[in-house]
T-cell receptor
Framework: QQQVKQSPQSLIVQKGGISIINCAYE??????FPWYQQFPGKGPALLIA?????SEKKEGRFTISFNKSAKQFSLHIMDSQPGDSATYFC?????????????FGSGTKLNVKP | DTGVSQNPRHKITKRGQNVTFRCDPI?????LYWYRQTLGQGPEFLTY????????KSRLLSDRFSAERPKGSFSTLEIQRTEQGDSAMYLC???????????????FGPGTRLTVL
C-alpha cells in the first residue's frame, strides 16, 4: 500500500510556465514533508520541505502548499526553466520516530520545453 | 568531492550469484540509510544504521540481504542468491544526528544500478 500518492506521472511545461505536482497521504502521523529533485544518474537531492504548522513555504521559484485537512501538499515551480527538467519526488515521515523513515511518492518526470 | 559515494555504479550479474555494494557516507555523518529504487518508483527504505548499529530493517529486506557498517564509517549491502526481482537502483544516504539539533538533511549517493540476468 503506497503511503504517499503523487501525480502526475509526467509533466511537460513551456519555459516560463508554472509546474505543479501534487501529493496526498493518509497517515496523520506524518509531520515532515520534503520534496526531492533527481537528475539522471544522480541520487535525489533535497529541494524544499515543510511542516504542517504552516500552509505555505517559498524558497526562490519553489513553493510548497500544504492542506492539512485534505492531507495534500503540492510543489509549484514558478518561471520553469529547462534546467528544472528532472524527476521530482514528494516524501513524508513521522518525526516522532527516532529516525527519518521517508515514504516517497512514485515521482513526476518534468520536462521544461525551451 | 565530499559527498556520499557508492561503488560500483553499475553491476550486472547472473541469477543466483552474490553481489556486494559499498557506500561511503559524508565523513562526519553518523547515520546511514539504504534505499531501493525500482524503475518509475520512488526510493523505498530498506535499513538504517546509527554509527555501527543496525537499528531498523524493512520487511523488503529478505534473508538474502545483509548490511553491515563495521566501524561506523562505510557500509556494505550484500545480496545472496540474486533473483531477477532484485534488479533495481540501490541508494545510500547519510545524515548527521546531533543531540540538540536533531537529524540533518539526508544526502543521497548516486546509487548502484543492479541488473540480474
Amino acid at each position: 500500500q503506497q503511503q504517499v500518492k503523487q501525480s502526475p506521472q509526467s509533466l511537460i511545461v513551456q519555459k516560463g510556465g508554472i509546474s505543479i505536482i501534487n501529493c496526498a497521504y493518509e497517515n496523520t502521523a506524518f509531520d515532515y514533508f520534503p520534496w526531492y529533485q533527481q537528475f539522471p544518474g544522480k541520487g535525489p537531492a533535497l529541494l524544499i520541505a515543510i511542516r504542517p504548522d504552516v500552509s505555505e513555504k517559498k524558497e526562490g521559484r519553489f513553493t510548497i502548499s500544504f492542506n492539512k485537512s485534505a492531507k495534500q501538499f503540492s510543489l509549484h515551480i514558478m518561471d520553469s526553466q529547462p534546467g528544472d527538467s528532472a524527476t521530482y519526488f514528494c516524501a513524508a515521515t513521522p518525526t516522532a520516530y527516532n529516525f527519518n523513515k521517508f515514504y516517497f511518492g512514485s515521482g513526476t518526470k518534468l520536462n521544461v520545453k525551451p | 568531492d565530499t559527498g556520499v559515494s557508492q561503488n560500483p555504479r553499475h553491476k550486472i550479474t547472473k541469477r543466483g550469484q552474490n553481489v556486494t555494494f559499498r557506500c561511503d557516507p559524508i565523513s562526519e555523518h553518523n547515520r546511514l540509510y539504504w534505499y531501493r529504487q525500482t524503475l518509475g518508483q520512488g526510493p523505498e527504505f530498506l535499513t538504517y544504521f546509527q554509527n555501527e548499529a543496525q537499528l531498523e530493517k524493512s520487511r523488503l529486506l529478505s534473508d538474502r540481504f545483509s548490511a553491515e557498517r563495521p566501524k561506523g564509517s562505510f557500509s556494505t549491502l550484500e545480496i545472496q542468491r540474486t533473483e531477477q526481482g532484485d534488479s533495481a537502483m540501490y541508494l545510500c544516504a547519510s545524515s548527521l544526528v546531533a543531540a540538540l539539533a536533531g537529524e540533518s538533511e539526508q544526502f543521497f549517493g548516486p546509487g548502484t544500478r543492479l541488473t540480474v540476468l
